[in-house]
């Protein structure tokens, strides 16, 4: 036969931690730190008091250090800073595809008429003697020269990324 054996838990009181707390004026001698200096931070910090209350330990040590919540907004805001420089920097650096298209398109008419007119304009440089024979031979340059431009833009299309919906 199994014997019950009666257990009662015991509770430990946990010693009650002792509050630092003194004025501003005793935490600046206490931490050499010039009265100013301690109610600046303090101030800073965001922590309100009264002329000769007493502060806590931990609200000193918070404002003094920065504390560690502060400088991780810090380095969070700073982060964030950083990145939306980078967006705003690649905002600038793109360009809508609209517009890419319309200069490409507006650039290539525009060459393709100096193309058209080279023939009438050169062929008297080219040979002086005999600028009917020289505009002939530029428009028959002009002719096989179109098809192949023609084809090699179609193929770079075709290897280009598609424009974005």
Known sequence: MRRKINFKPVFRR????????GTIYNW???LDFAHATVTKRLRIAGIQFKKGQKIPA??????????????????????A??????????ERDLIPWEEVEKTISTTAMSVRHRLDSLPAEAAYLCNPSDPEHARKALEDWLARSLPLIRAETARLRAASPSPPA
């Open 14 to 21: 946990r010693p009650r931690a002792v509050a630092l707390a």
């Open 81 to 90: 800073r950083i990145l939306e420089l980078k967006l705003a920097q690649m």
């Open 58 to 79: 931990r609200h000193i040590l918070a404002a003094l250090t920065g504390g560690y919540d502060m400088s991780r907004a810090r380095i969070m805001m700073a982060r």
């Open 28 to 30: 600046s001698i206490e």
